[in-house]
């Protein structure tokens, strides 16, 4: 039996698969071990009975005119992905207010003039700027700046710099905190190129990435958690894993959670396991995920928008510290439908629902996890009150739960906290004080911080292109632009 490998990857999240593609397909021999049953991390889905549920990502940015795209067209297999557009992708209702964001910014930008008219030459100016071709001039700029400086820069009207906070619930930080280059890397890469999704829910994608990797001759071992990754002379050598198989390679690759790969999986301390114990967390999330018997699904079909509805302008609100204290009730819900097929679901829509929470504590989430399914539920039948009829399916996921199943930090949806202490390159690095040792995915920090599936996509990348580099091959495909 073969246990030697060129690169060993540890994790299946979708930094981990894109870095995995990369390097099976210019002929390296790689392993990637996952601890869960399939493949995706945050990018996953799971069914009960007829109904179908994405666990985190639930729609993509990049896939058209973005780093996603260029990625794939890299990798040969952009024109095999089944992907399904829906526009617009997302309405946001903010007390009285509504407004869609559209696929482009161009249709954004008509969307937002048209409801904040007093503000028009304001938002075709900052667009062009978030947009600038240029985008080291733009680092040079405001690359000690938070997002809410920029808005206050462009902006008077409140409720406009509130949607554009709102925006923020994709890395999980407020304007007032959060780096500008992080925001406008959101934009570029997420916000402004939306209305991708696959055709057959999320799972679909690292399935899809599985295949691609396994098919260039790649080997992937499910179920098969690390329990240490093991050095000589303070070089990686070789992964352990809890089931006592050893598998050997000089460049090993972390997908995942930073903390515990410094902290529980190399077999010694690092100044960088000192260092990460100081970093922030972004928050979790709680979900809600409901299978629903419609009497009309017909009817209703061209309403199922994607929904992000805010319970206040209070901008502050929508994003709380991490202590019980400050977190009593969700200030914003986003509602999607991840599957929807008339001709194969019939009558039966899923539907689930996310908010940004503090992990608080296991006892807490444990004492409450049915209370605030509740709640969330009670708010869902407040705006979609005439497509719940019957409930077939009704389940949650609190931080906690995100935690087991990811091993993330406090089971942080984003990885670390985008804030402008945070974000440097230099903070959590791909490559590592470790030799042979890299980080990708969302704990691997770039000086953008974090943009979603894109972001941990470009990382899965430069990971690759470091292996390669190093291994003395040729890196064909040039720089990626933001």
């Known amino acids: 039996m073969n ?4 690169v060993i990857i540890i994790g299946a999240g979708i930094g981990g698969l894109v870095c995995g593609c990369y390097l099976s397909k210019a002929g390296l021999n790689v392993l990637i071990t996952e601890k869960n049953p399939r493949a995706g991390g945050c990018c996953s889905g799971f069914k009960r009975g007829e109904f179908y549920f994405d666990t985190g990502v639930h729609y993509f940015g990049g896939i058209k005119g973005g780093s996603l795209e260029k ?45 904040f008219k007093q503000e028009k030459n304001n ?40 949607i554009f906070n709102i925006l923020l619930a994709n890395i999980g930080l407020s304007s007032d905190q959060v780096s500008a280059l992080s925001a406008i890397a959101l934009f570029r890469q997420y916000i402004f190129k939306l209305g991708y999704s696959m055709k057959d829910g999320s799972q ?62 190399l077999d010694y301390k690092t100044d960088m396991s000192i260092k990460i114990s100081t970093l922030k967390p972004s928050l979790s999330v709680f979900s809600l995920f409901v299978g629903l018997i419609t009497k009309d699904l017909n009817t209703i079909k061209n309403k199922l928008e994607n929904l992000l509805i805010c319970s206040s302008m209070d901008s502050k609100k929508h994003f709380l510290k991490n202590n019980q204290s400050d977190f009593d009730d969700f200030s914003f819900i986003l509602i999607t439908f991840p599957f929807f097929s008339e001709e194969k679901t019939g009558n039966k829509l899923s539907l689930t629902a996310h908010s940004l929470v503090p992990y608080i504590s296991k006892e807490f989430w444990s004492l409450n996890r049915e209370k605030y399914s509740n709640k969330m ?11 719940v009829n019957e409930v077939v399916v009704f389940e949650s996921a609190t931080p906690v739960t ?4 990811t091993s993330n930090r406090d089971g942080a949806a984003y990885g670390w906290e985008t804030s402008l202490d945070q974000i440097k390159s230099h903070t959590s690095p791909v490559t590592t004080e470790v030799k042979g040792l890299y980080l990708t995915g969302h ?20 990971a690759a292109e470091l292996v390669l580099t190093k291994l003395g091959k040729i890196w064909p495909y040039g720089l990626i632009k933001m």
Request: proline residues 2%; glycine residues 6%; aromatic residues 12%.
């Open 123 to 162: 938002l075709k100016l900052f667009f062009d700027y978030i947009l600038k071709e240029n985008f080291v001039e733009l680092y040079s700029e405001i690359k000690h700046c938070t997002f809410k400086k920029l808005l206050d820069k462009y902006f008077l009207d409140e409720r406009l710099k509130a």
């Open 402 to 405: 995100y935690e087991k199943y």
């Open 443 to 462: 704990w691997a920090t770039s000086g953008l911080g974090q943009c979603g599936v894109p972001g941990v996509a470009i990382s899965g990348r430069k």
């Open 71 to 115: 990625i794939l067209s890299e990798l040969d297999i952009l024109e095999n992905l089944k992907v399904k557009f829906i526009e617009p992708p997302l309405r946001i209702i903010m007390s009285d207010l509504s407004i869609r964001v559209y696929s482009n910014q161009f249709d954004t930008l008509k969307e937002f003039s048209n409801v």
């Open 204 to 265: 679909e994608f690292a399935d899809f990435l599985v295949k691609e990797f396994k098919r260039n001759g790649g080997k992937i071992l499910f179920s098969s958690e690390v329990a240490k990754i093991l050095t000589k002379d303070k070089s990686v050598d070789s992964i352990l894993l809890k089931d006592g198989r050893k598998y050997l390679s000089n460049n090993i690759i972390s997908n995942v959670d930073a903390t515990s790969t410094f902290s529980n999986l």
């Open 3 to 6: 246990n030697k490998y060129d």
């Open 377 to 387: 539920f009670k708010l869902i039948k407040k705006y979609l009150g005439g497509l």
